[in-house]
């Protein structure tokens, strides 16, 4: 079965992020085996520390060469990626082989897609992500990403909730990346 990975860019515990994610891990269910990567403990990138990279880095770029696909879910901050995110995939975009800057690097390839709970659902963020994205070099399923916007109800409960636009998208967008993987199997 194919393996997708969670990476939400918020570490908010019960945020609207987190939110998203545990509906994306219900929605995918049984039709691919899905884990949540836990990257709190990824350092700050500095390029003198690369090699050995630290724990933390090695442990989840393991995680992310195991997946055959990333599912993105992200906060926007000042309209930007985040950068405890862009962090990460700072990490995750170098060489893994210290004698070649140029080799593959842990997400190199992965097949990656990208949502977004924000206040206006991520009109920013989510196109800036997914540049990033394949700027790494991953297929991302660009014009499959989506976003939910944090509604003012929402901010009151801190509960987020979705439209039924909102919950058809990401239900298109899981059924886009799992055919993506059965073409990719
Ligand atoms: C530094 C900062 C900048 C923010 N900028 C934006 C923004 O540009 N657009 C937006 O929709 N929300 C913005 N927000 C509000 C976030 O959407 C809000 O904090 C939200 O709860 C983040 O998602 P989370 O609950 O998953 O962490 C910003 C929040 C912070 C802390």
Redesign the pocket.
């Known amino acids: 079965m194919a393996k997708v990975l969670m990476i939400n860019g918020?570490l908010?515990a019960g945020?609207?992020?987190?939110q998203l994610t545990e509906k994306i891990v219900a929605l995918l269910g049984a039709r691919a085996e899905v884990s949540v990567l836990h990257w709190a403990d990824v350092p700050i990138y500095v390029q003198n520390q690369e090699f050995p990279a630290p724990a933390a880095v090695a442990r989840v770029r393991d995680e992310v060469r195991a997946a055959d696909a990333i599912w993105f879910v992200t906060?926007?901050?000042?309209?930007q990626i985040p950068g405890g995110l862009k962090n990460l995939t700072d990490w995750l975009s170098r060489s893994l082989d210290a004698a070649n800057p140029r080799g593959e690097s842990a997400i190199h390839g992965k097949i990656t897609t990208v949502s977004a709970?924000?206040?206006?659902g991520g009109t920013?963020v989510r196109p800036l992500l997914e540049e990033l994205l394949a700027f790494i070099r991953t297929q991302v399923q660009r014009e499959a990403g989506s976003g939910v916007a944090?509604k003012p109800e929402n901010w009151a409960s801190g509960a987020l909730t979705l439209s039924e636009a909102e919950e058809a998208a990401l239900h298109q967008q899981a059924t886009a990346l799992l055919a993506r993987l059965a073409m990719a199997a």
Do not use: T
């Open positions: 918020s908010h945020g609207f992020n987190q906060p926007e901050y000042n309209y709970a924000a206040a206006d920013h944090i």
